[in-house]
């Protein structure tokens, strides 16, 4: 995440200490020890007071790096494995919402940088929520469900809501959502058929052709999207064969020859970038 001092700094999942690229390009380590492994997956959230804020994973504590650059681990600590691995969303209110993974509860860490973990639990099992929260027009901020039955909302009241109809299969959605320009949210589908899209009145609703389903590893579309100058967004397949397009109207389709390659192996995984 780059910081308002113009360092980048990744926390530390097997290695020891967080890496900070500083603003000349050189690279240090910086902070304390952290001891443990598979500490933090999450990418961290720049928060408005100029901290930079991870959610643990199998570490016992978010993450925090200051506007000095000075690192800590604050909020409650929280045992157990595999807690968060879903992005965080900044909203509105200066709050940031990390959704759970196989934690059980949504971690905000408010604006003045106490964290806090959120009622309701979260029912399911596994991977609850994997992509990347998007904050909508409304204010809301969304995660598609990947193991969870139902799309998680952050309302504009900060409190948890679950929404829609449930999806009740496992590893539904992983890519993270895109915002559209006409402020619907649209999420590609990894072993579920079709694609997810919340409106901008927040409804949620499935659309498109069904997808063939898989068992392996990968699913469909599991590398986050892009918006396009044209107005359309672009999620390159993974095990599917085709592009997936949301065009300009908010329709479905799938673009171009399929992509001749081994079923049993993933195409692209990682999200694209506008050149």
Known sequence: VLAPNGCIYFAPFNARRVLCITAEGS?????PDIPGYDKYAADGILAPD????????????????????????????????????????????????????????????????????????????????????????????????????????????????????????????????VLAPNGCIYFAPAKFERVLCIDAEGNVELLGPEQYETDEEAGNYVAGGVLAPNGCIYFAPSVAAQVLCINVEGAVELLGPDLDFDYDAAKYCAGGVLA
């Open 27 to 31: 690279m240090q380590h910086v902070g």
């Open 50 to 177: 100029g901290c930079i804020y991870f959610a643990p994973f199998n570490a016992e504590q978010a993450l925090c790096i200051d506007a000095e650059g000075r690192v800590a681990l604050g909020g409650p600590e929280m045992p157990g494995a595999r807690k968060y691995f879903a992005g965080g969303a900044l909203a509105p209110n200066g709050c940031i919402y990390f959704a759970p993974f196989q934690a059980d509860r949504v971690l905000r860490v408010n604006a003045d940088g106490n964290a806090e973990l959120l009622e309701p639990e979260i029912p399911g099992y596994g991977a609850r929520y994997m992509a990347g929260g998007v904050l909508a027009p409304n204010g809301c901020i969304y995660f598609a469900p990947c193991s969870a039955d139902h799309v998680l909302c952050i309302n504009t009241e900060g409190t948890v809501e679950l929404l829609g109809p449930a999806i009740e299969k496992k590893n539904a959605f992983q890519a993270a959502g």
